[in-house]
């Protein structure tokens, strides 16, 4: 696992864009952590490495926003998905066979429906400005966030 | 009767000109391209083979599920559209029944399988002894331990055909006597939509394509499944 300390909104982009350049077609990025914490800001940054034109805002109403890119990369938004039904009307499903690059907010609501493989980035509030940000190829508790 | 044919419910995207007993031409591609970027320059081209323009068709005939989402959308909203410009009925077939049809004339008990991830599968069961396939189970989603479950108890061998055929044949061999169905015949195909389509003709009429409509199946894995790695719940 990495772990990454912000202190910004900006420095938070800035590692958001680092962390991209590692990214390959078909990955699967898989946020966890509450409101407020930087997954858009961190995916803003992410943007500026694989869709440089794009304007990144937080999918919540359009469930999955296309940013372009040499390779596609789609923002998703699950906080609203609770059926199996509501997720394969997203396209979802059909998102992961088109060899993009996915970034998903509130993974937890499609645990069970992340395929193999999945990149987990969790970011913590550890004060008004400051945020822990990990990076693996698990799930991770929200209380390992603390624990440092 | 000639029908000009669409199928892009999952990998395949396939274009196919039939009419009675008789395929004119046929284009599928399983290439991982995007169905809405390949399908209509696909069909452009098969018309172009076969010295035929859109206005010669009689009708056009589609999958309406079960499939992708965004597949399914592809395939009949283009038809929807290729019928009203021209002035044509149209129409949808099963997904499922039309892959039967990929062994149409032949003696087989057929069971159609589509990826439908998660570990469940579009599925159904027909059975053909040298005619048109025979209907034995409805179209349905259930999980791989279901129609392990439910094959377990249909006699004889099983031929497995569609893009979940595969998938199946993994979990099912060492329990049930399935068969793979060779390459050639295994994925969906325009063709089979269509003569599935022109024996729906023999009793019934074509649809405006307003009335065409996609078939999703519902998929019952739970909400508790969906969440499965964490055990969370809703925020």
């Known amino acids: 696992m990495m772990k990454f300390v912000s202190h910004s909104e900006a420095e938070t982009e800035a590692i958001g864009e680092k962390f991209a350049r590692m990214l390959h077609p078909g990955d699967v990025v898989a946020f966890t952590g509450g409101l407020g914490a930087g997954k858009t800001a961190f995916t803003r940054g992410m943007a500026r490495t694989l869709a440089p034109d794009a304007e990144v805002s937080s999918p919540t109403f359009a469930l999955v926003n296309d940013y372009g890119g040499k390779v596609p990369f789609w923002h998703f938004d699950m906080y609203r998905i609770r059926t199996m039904d509501d997720l394969y009307s997203t396209g979802f499903f059909d998102y992961l066979e088109a060899g993009g690059i996915l970034a998903v907010e509130w993974s937890e609501n499609i645990a069970g429906a992340l395929p193999e493989g999945t990149i987990f980035v969790r970011i913590t509030v550890d004060g008004e400005n400051e945020r822990t940000i990990q990076i693996g190829s698990e799930p991770i508790a929200e209380k390992e966030g603390k624990k440092g | ?235």
């Open chain 2, 1 to 235: 009767m000639k029908l000009i044919c669409l199928e892009t419910s999952a990998k395949t995207a396939s274009a196919a000109v039939v009419t009675e007993g008789k395929v004119l031409g046929e284009i599928s591609v399983t290439a991982g391209l995007t169905h809405s970027q390949t399908i209509l320059p696909a069909m452009e081209a098969l018309l172009k083979s076969c010295s035929m323009k859109i206005a010669d068709a009689d009708g056009f005939a589609v999958s309406i599920g079960p499939g992708s989402f965004t597949g399914l959308r592809i395939g009949i909203g283009a038809v929807k559209g290729l019928a009203q410009g021209s002035g044509k009925g149209c129409v949808g077939v099963s997904t499922l029944e039309a892959l039967a049809c990929n062994f149409s004339g032949l003696s087989y008990t057929i069971c159609p399988v589509m990826d439908a991830r998660c570990g469940q599968v579009y599925t159904s069961l027909f059975w053909s002894s040298g005619g048109y396939p025979k209907r034995l189970w409805e179209d349905m989603a259930i999980s791989l331990d279901q129609l392990k479950e439910k094959l377990s108890s249909v006699e004889g061998e099983v031929m497995l055909v569609g893009d979940g055929a595969e998938l199946a044949f993994a979990a099912l061999s060492g329990s049930t006597r399935v068969l793979l169905a060779p390459p050639a015949l295994r994925l969906q195909s325009a063709a089979s939509v269509g003569f599935a389509a022109l024996h729906r003709l023999e009793t019934e009429q074509m649809i405006a394509p307003g009335e065409l409509m996609p078939s999703y199946l519902r998929l019952p894995q739970a909400e508790r499944e969906l969440l499965a790695r964490t055990g969370k719940s809703q925020p």
